[in-house]
């Protein structure tokens, strides 16, 4: 069962900072050095100085953890950032639009989540984990005793019913409204603190019931969380069960929010040089029909068109080319042991039969981005291979909410980058001290 708390979360007094919109960010996995510098020198208080500050030559007693230890306990003493006086949920709404011109919106509530191991069915993977992200969050929490990213998690609620509890709330009480600068500025951030205690427990009751929930971003963070609580339980194994470490903040949304949306990551292949465009095109030519297309416009129409048991990709080597899957047979073979729902996943298809079978790329390589890098946006892409930086581009359409349901369902993990739930959770708006008790 899933059991959330209402918490005494800490946030910045926007008296002391000013707009929020210069002190929040994206989550830290998303920021690296020149977006680490915008965020430096939009505020002093900015966010970035605790979740991914500056690695300076760093010791035992200063480092990168120890310091945002500092700005923490600094900015609560000066009372830039504050302890929620009693326990609250937050609401956040994103108003945002697509890349194909379509605005929506979508809304999560925070909450501290009761952590649970995967196999216990409560909360669920979709994505692989690396070893270093987590080491690096480890050694966040610990100096810092916070949960200050959230994890994005998708519920079940097939009427949207939680979000009908809430809308009576949100429409009597004005919301912050703020923007992120540096990544996502165009996404318009609402945020509202709910103190309305017989709300809170229609809220909690509601999810208690609810199983299979899933990660769509955060896995390191979650993971470590689980590391931390294990490693507080062996510490204090007197703690009552009710000690934050036992929890974790997330932002919980609907999976039938009508505003979720999952981009799709493209792949960029550089520094390979084993096949030339025109032989990776015959050596694909068993498995898939591949159509020359006039200009981008074309193939980006056409590759919108797909069909789900015919994956297609657009390609680009300086000409452009649709690839269709002409059967799922081919991954039958070459993935025998995989669930069919993860065989009829596009970036399943794309690594296994091209990237791995037909490029000779390994696992491994790509695991540690050899020859491969992922792009949101394909601009930068196609650029490259003009360039002659890139050797190929490869576009995708985004995964579908069903199977990400379905990998999970079934137990199975998503090759590396096969979702973007656009637009982020930022971080800063409100963090979980570990700290005591969730009373």
Not at 189 to 194: E, K, L
Not at 349 to 366: A, D, F, Q, W
Request: with cysteine; proline share 7%.
């Amino acid at each position: 069962m899933a059991t959330i708390r209402p918490f005494h979360g800490l946030r910045y007094d926007p008296q002391k900072v000013g707009d929020l919109s210069q002190v929040i960010t994206m989550p830290y996995d998303r920021i690296h050095a020149a977006e680490q510098a915008s965020y430096y020198a939009l505020s002093p208080y900015n966010f970035v100085r605790i979740i991914q500050g500056l690695r300076e030559p760093d010791e035992p007693t200063n480092n990168v953890y120890t310091r945002a230890n500092c700005y923490k306990q600094t900015w609560l003493t000066e009372g830039v950032m504050a302890r929620e006086p009693r326990p609250v949920l937050y609401v956040l709404e994103q108003h945002f639009t697509t890349p194909d011109g379509k605005t929506h919106v979508r809304r999560g509530f925070t909450a501290a989540l009761k952590l649970t191991r995967f196999d216990e069915g409560v909360i669920l993977p979709h994505e692989r984990t690396l070893s270093g992200p987590k080491i690096d969050r480890l050694n966040l929490t610990r100096a810092t005793k916070t949960a200050w990213g959230h994890i994005f998690i998708l519920y079940p609620d097939a009427d949207n019913a939680i979000d009908a509890l809430l809308q009576p709330y949100l429409e009597s009480h004005p919301p912050f409204v703020l923007r992120e600068q540096v990544i996502e500025p165009a996404v318009e951030q609402r945020f509202w603190v709910v103190e309305d205690e017989a709300l809170i427990a229609a809220v909690v009751e509601a999810m208690e019931p609810k199983r299979n929930l899933i990660i769509a971003d955060g896995h390191h963070r979650y993971e470590t969380a689980l590391n931390y609580r294990d490693e507080m339980r062996a510490k204090f194994p007197d703690a009552p069960a009710e000690a934050a470490f036992n929890y974790v903040m997330a932002t919980f949304v609907s999976m039938s929010d009508p505003g979720l949306v999952i981009l799709p990551t493209h792949r960029l292949i550089h520094d390979y040089g084993r096949m030339s465009g025109t032989q990776l095109l015959e050596a694909i030519a068993p498995y898939f029909e591949v159509e020359p297309m006039a200009d981008r416009a074309a193939m980006e129409a056409a590759l919108a068109q797909a069909e789900p048991e015919h994956p297609r990709f657009g390609f680009y080597d300086g000409r452009y080319h649709l690839l269709t899957l002409k059967s799922l047979a081919a991954m039958n073979d070459l993935a025998p042991d995989r669930d069919p729902a993860w065989r009829a996943l596009d970036v399943a298809v794309l690594h296994t039969i091209i990237l791995e079978h037909v490029m000779g790329l390994t696992k491994e390589s790509i695991a540690r981005k050899e020859n491969i890098d992922y792009l949101r946006d394909p601009a930068p892409g196609y650029a490259a291979v003009d360039a002659g930086k890139a050797d190929f581009l490869f576009l995708l359409n985004g995964t579908r909410m069903e199977q990400v349901r379905a990998c999970t369902a079934a137990g199975e993990k998503m090759p590396q980058k096969s979702t973007d739930f656009y637009p982020k959770i930022v971080s800063g708006l409100v963090a979980l001290s570990l700290e005591g008790t969730m009373a």
